[in-house]
């Protein structure tokens, strides 16, 4: 238990309290102290506090109380808890050394799940951006993997595409020149030139003796039969208008050249046999390769290789010099009967020259050609389209006449009247990977009209020229006004007109 007695008797102490106190057990030693504080109240000087059982041998312990002092007291406890042994002093050594270690051991522990679970969620991240990354890479990888398969597709078929013209027989595309829509159009223009001049200075003269009564001649049956033979329908019904004969004589050389060069496959025979056979046999060659899974560019161009190797043979050059001197031979013979005055050797070089080798010229390119170009006449109802043909105005002495503007025909044409056709016009298609283009007009067909006064009636002569054979192919002399249009002459045995030879 704990005594506490104050005493104000001491010197030294200040005129505020006093107080003196004594810790001691009965019939026990001190014990351990413990240092606490307490609140004192303020006491009167000069009070004292006499314990009730007072130890004079137990010193007092002055100490200087104000409001707030420390004091010492003794808590009355157990044995164990007041006196610890010797014993227990290291154990507790011990204990708190581990409690210690222990503490220091969490607390590294713990900073090593803190560092590993920080770098487990750094690890994390990492996985998940390389994962993003590997997708992005993965899309890149199948983009161009797609992009390698095609570009491989089209390596593929470019080579395949220049590897097919070397597997083809017979192709020095390095040595042929095709013609041009430029080249064409200047040599077909020419040949028409060539054959206008040509009836002009050959043709005229007779014209002229027939018209001031000196003509004498009279050609045979059978020759004059296959001179009309050649005139085209519109023509028959026109034999006796006045000044037309020029342009019907124009009009049969080209559609005895038509025959003969270009309305066949080939203008010239490629065998030694009838001339038909090796022609027929390419037609039916390049039909076939048509059908195959190809482009029509390929079926043209193995056309136009193997026609220039043929052509190319020495046999070929023979062959088509002894063709041309039967062609110039036999048109000579056609165009005698109109032209008596020259020698058979002096009519055949003017027409070799003038004629018949400029247009097999023409041909010769024309067909060799992987392009497509064909000679087409007028069509029946070109009467009625004036506007699409190069109109030649017999009544303003063959000028032409302007076909309008902007597709409407122009009042000349409005007031034309269709005659008949004098030459085809040239046409091209274009062959180009796997089609081939609408026909394109090169040179256009040409007509001839009268464009004279509106409603005007057409000049008519009682005897023309072509009249004149007409009526000697009939057997008659007679002068009558016109053969029935569906009256024909019987055409000779000797030239079909298809070209070909009977």
Known sequence: MVRLRTDSSLSGIPSQLSLYGVIYASAEPPIQCARIKVL??????????????????????????YHTQEIYISRARSKRTMAPTNAETPRKQDDKSKLE??????????????????????QEKENTALSKQLESLQQELKEAQAQLAQARSQSSKKDKAAEEPKRQTSRPSSLRKDITEAE?????????ENIQRWVEHRIRPVIDDLASGHYRCQPSPAQSTRFVSLMREPATGCLNVWHSDEYHFRALIMQYLWLVFFAKSF?????????????????ELENAISKLPRDISHSREWRAETLTALTSQTSFKSRRAQYLNLITEDLASLISVVVPYLTAAELQ????????????DLAHRLQLSPNIFTLRWPAR????????????NLANDGAVLSSGDAGKPSEALKNASYLFDVAPGLFVET??????????????????VYGGEKDGDIPQKAMTLTRLLWDYANGSKARSHGPSRNGSPKRSSRMRLDGGWS
Request: hydrophobic share 35%.
């Open 267 to 283: 203008y010239c025979p490629l065998d030694d046999g009838d001339g038909e056979t090796a022609a027929a046999w390419i037609d």
């Open 40 to 65: 004192a109240k303020r006491i009167p000087l000069r009070t004292k506090t006499i314990l009730p059982h007072p130890v004079p041998s137990l010193p007092f312990i002055p100490f200087e109380a």
């Open 381 to 392: 109802t070109a009467r009625t389209k004036l506007d699409t043909y190069e109109c030649v």
């Open 101 to 122: 270690d222990e503490v220091r051991l969490r607390q590294f522990t713990e900073e090593v799940l803190d560092s590993r679970q920080e770098e487990l969620e750094l």
């Open 184 to 192: 064409a159009r200047e040599a077909y223009g020419s040949l028409c």
């Open 349 to 360: 070089s003017s027409l070799r020259t003038n004629i018949i080798d400029p247009a097999v």
């Open 431 to 448: 062959v180009g990977g796997a089609k081939k283009s609408a026909a394109k007009i090169i040179c256009r067909p040409t007509v001839l």
